[in-house]
């Protein structure tokens, strides 16, 4: 496929601190065989240096400065609104600054929605370093407050190398459609880091488009590669982001009934849990309050960096 053919992609990578991920990041689109892409790299107020030494390796390519540090959501969109000011770009690839995709994966996912007018979003199949299945495309669980990733820790053997229709798309690498961005908007902002992935694939399918996975569509994604699970900052931000998320598609009624479970919950099983699945030496009672102090603040505030930090100072006192 020429460059004359090839649908106009623009890929949007954000990044805040973290000069080598997103330089391999980077450095993977650089090397992809799709003849017609553009890439906008999205700095979040990076404080290392790190945005002016992409900007030294990467000079092709316009560095967009956010004049704070967004979030994923907003970050992200803020490039989305740069892409698409190009009339040409017919999708947004969306990739994780720790994600790196396969060289020759834009062009089959491109493909996928060209030949099919109804599909908006192309997730594909995202490995970690060991081969172990990260994405596989996935179902979310409202009930649960939960998206469920196919095959999620499985050995790839070739498995789930059958293309399909799927409701979760994951936001480290996705392709969406201009048509899509301009009916059902970008990403929602409720959300710091995390679950926005989620409330965007239930938007899109409620918008009457599908949500197609495409094994050939490939990537890597380090293991635990943007931050560790059992880190209470993350915590905090997990939990308040899954309350919104599960007040925002529940309803009232039912929200009310699944948030007095979520307490009992938080009561009487995080503990065991996080210890069950926590390596030695995470900080699990940490963890537990930081669950409980997103409770508490639902609804008080929203969610941005300054709630963060005001977490971490509260986090660092309790420490003493």
């Known amino acids: 496929m020429t460059a004359a053919a090839a649908p106009r992609v623009v890929a949007v990578v954000l990044n805040w601190n973290n000069f080598e991920h997103t330089q391999g990041c980077l450095a993977a689109l650089a090397a992809s065989a799709y003849p ?3 890439i906008i790299l999205v700095d979040n107020q990076s404080t290392d240096g790190s945005a002016e030494r992409l900007h030294a390796a990467f000079p092709e390519w316009p560095l967009v400065r956010n ?6 959501s907003r970050g992200c969109n803020v490039g989305i609104r740069a892409a ?7 999708y947004v ?11 020759g994966a834009i062009g089959p996912a491109v493909a996928a929605a060209e030949a099919e007018p109804a599909v908006g979003v192309v997730t594909g ?4 370093e060991q081969g172990l299945i990260w994405h ?9 407050g939960q998206a469920i990733a196919r095959g999620y820790r499985e050995k790839d053997h070739g498995q789930y190398d059958t293309p399909c229709d799927t409701r979760w798309a994951t936001g480290a690498m996705m392709l969406v ?17 995390g679950v926005e992935e989620w409330d965007y694939s239930l938007q899109v399918v409620r918008g009457g488009w599908r949500i197609r996975y495409l094994p050939a569509f490939t990537g890597v994604h380090p293991g635990g590669g943007s931050h560790d699970n059992h880190d209470p900052k993350f915590a905090y931000n997990y939990y308040r982001n899954k309350l919104v998320f ?20 938080l009561a009487v099983r995080l503990r065991p849990h996080i210890r069950r699945l926590a390596s030695p030496g995470s900080p699990v009672d940490d963890v537990v309050f930081a669950a409980r102090t997103a409770l508490r603040d639902h609804r008080k505030n929203a969610l941005s960096e300054e709630t963060m930090l005001a977490f971490d100072r509260m986090l660092r006192a309790r420490r003493g």
């Open 246 to 265: 599960q007040e925002k598609y529940l309803g009232r009624a039912l929200f009310t009934v699944w948030l007095a479970f979520f307490r009992v919950y």
């Open 36 to 38: 017609n892409l553009g």
């Open 177 to 193: 459609r201009r048509a899509v961005l301009e009916s059902v908007g970008a990403l929602p902002e409720e959300y710091f880091f």
């Open 67 to 72: 004049a704070a540090n967004l979030g994923f």
């Open 93 to 103: 690839l969306l990739v994780n600054n720790d994600c790196t995709v396969a060289p």
């Open 136 to 144: 596989a495309g996935g179902t979310i669980s409202l009930l649960r």
């Open 125 to 128: 199949k995202v490995d970690d």
């Open 84 to 90: 698409l000011e190009d009339p040409a770009c017919a």
